[in-house]
């Protein structure tokens, strides 16, 4: 009878169909692709900019699709509040001594450690507001070596290549390429279907990969109260997430994360009959300061090691973190 209970008990084990956020999931499975959004200035109350203006009634967004919420601090050891260039740079480097000065990039960054272990680095960046990747660069001529870079704006120089989503071509690694839809003033090509565009090229016929999207437009249009360009942004960057969330659906290797910093509050009507006039309005106004918790998404493989609250500079070792024998982990050497 002893043994009848263990083989019962055995079968019942097999049989059992995890889950994670009352969604279907594999607990402990490797990430071979990663996608990783970073986002500035967003806070999950944002979203009401889309449920109760731009989608359909009573649907969700992509973001509470997620497998998966975490809540990350945001300060490190010189700045309370930093800007999200240290903040994102924090998380792809696993460090929290960032001064905000070109020494900051003498860390690794992911796509370092990445690259010993056979993946292909793609980083698509929509720059308009800022660009923290030409600065790096300036800083560091080689930062890129190991990465393949899209920069939404204009050129730099006339000698800088161009890219184009309908164009097919071979792109080198630690070279800047501008698209080409921005070089006659605003860019006639959106940023969803930039990123889509590229990322289908880049990761074709490429088993291992990570493709990172930056967008610090939204941060920008906030900070000048432009509701609807923000609300605009943020429909662009759902529809991003929304194609990665259908890859995770059809693919169990594939982790997607979308990582917050310099997080702001909004000023939100407080009755339901007041959104009448909000939605009429051509401005929103945001917090003075940034907040000093970010948040991040996750779904598909190894999503379970983002629930909770952790340091931003975290988010790294948790992507490696994982059972020794299934790959893809290793200890980063950090004192901080």
Same mark, same amino acid.
């Given at each position: ?88 740079? &924090?998380?792809? =480097? ?9 020494? #900051? *990039? @003498?860390? +690794? ?93 880049? &990761?074709?016929? =490429? ?9 610090? #437009? *939204? @941060?920008? +249009? ?60 051509n401005k929103i ?9 970010s948040t991040l ?40």
């Amino acid at each position: 009878m002893k043994y009848l209970y263990c083989l019962v008990f055995l079968f019942i084990s097999c049989a059992q169909i995890t889950s994670l956020n009352l969604k279907k999931h594999q607990f402990g499975r490797v990430p071979l692709q990663i996608v990783w959004i970073q986002l500035a200035g967003f806070k999950p109350e944002h979203l009401a900019l889309l449920k109760f203006e731009k989608l359909e009634k009573n649907s969700q967004t992509a973001f509470e699709q997620a497998t998966c919420v975490g809540h990350t601090w945001e300060y490190n050891l010189f700045d309370i509040r930093p800007q999200a260039r240290e903040g994102f740079l &924090s998380q792809l =480097t696993g460090r929290s001594d960032l001064k905000g000065e070109c020494s #900051d *990039y @003498e860390n +690794q960054a992911i796509w370092k450690y990445l690259t010993k272990q056979n993946y292909k680095t793609g980083i698509f960046a929509n720059t308009q507001s800022g660009n923290d990747f030409e600065y790096a660069k300036q800083c560091k001529p080689e930062y890129f070596d190991e990465a393949t870079v899209w920069l939404m704006n204009r050129q730099k120089d006339e000698k800088s290549p161009l890219f184009h989503i309908d164009e097919e071509k071979r792109y080198k690694k630690n070279t800047f390429y501008y698209d080409k839809s921005c070089q006659q003033g605003s860019c006639y090509n959106s940023f969803a279907k930039n990123v889509i565009g590229e990322h289908e090229q880049f &990761s074709r016929n =490429t088993p291992n990969y990570l493709f990172i999207v930056r967008d610090q #437009d *939204y @941060e920008m +249009q906030i900070r000048k109260n432009n509701k609807k360009a923000a609300s605009e942004k943020l429909l662009e960057v759902n529809k991003v997430l929304d194609y990665f969330q259908k890859k995770v659906e059809a693919n169990s290797n594939l982790l997607v994360l979308v990582s917050t910093s310099n997080t702001m509050d909004l000023n939100f009507p407080k009755k339901g009959n007041e959104w009448r006039k909000f939605k009429n309005q051509n401005k929103i106004y945001s917090t003075k300061n940034t907040k000093l918790i970010s948040t991040l998404y996750a779904s598909g493989a190894r999503a379970e090691n983002f629930c909770g609250t952790y340091s931003q500079k975290e988010i790294l070792s948790r992507i490696f973190s994982g059972a020794k024998e299934q790959g893809l982990e290793f200890s980063i050497i950090n004192p901080f």
